[in-house]
């Protein structure tokens, strides 16, 4: 359980954090959020979660190898974000450049 304030009505309500829709923010697919109705006007509420990535993946059944976004370390193989820099299990460093370069022209 937890306890938000409504954006809209600024009444406080409980929801059950098992039972309440998760998911991405559209337009921003990093950032998670829970969606719960406010039980006094109906208006739905965006709340951060603290879930973290692999914790969304393992709870949506995802895989983070399906994600364009995620890359895999290539020395402790776990999954990390795209643009990470630095692996954070295990402080690999990624090459700046990634493998793969468009070369393609652009059209102008
Ligand atoms: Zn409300
Ligand atoms: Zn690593």
Partial sequence: MDVEKCSRCKKPFSFDTEKVDAG???GAP???VYLPYCPH???????????TQEEFY???SL?????????????CAEWVRGDARVCR?????FALTPP????????E
Avoid: W
């Fill in 24 to 26: 991405p923010v559209e």
């Fill in 30 to 32: 990093r950032i998670l």
């Fill in 41 to 51: 006007c109906g208006t739905r509420n965006m709340v951060d979660h603290d879930m």
């Fill in 58 to 60: 393992a709870y949506y």
């Fill in 63 to 75: 895989d983070a190898s399906t994600d364009p976004g995620m890359k895999k370390c290539p020395d």
């Fill in 89 to 93: 299990f295990c402080g690999y460093r």
């Fill in 100 to 107: 793969q370069r468009q070369t393609r022209k652009r059209a």
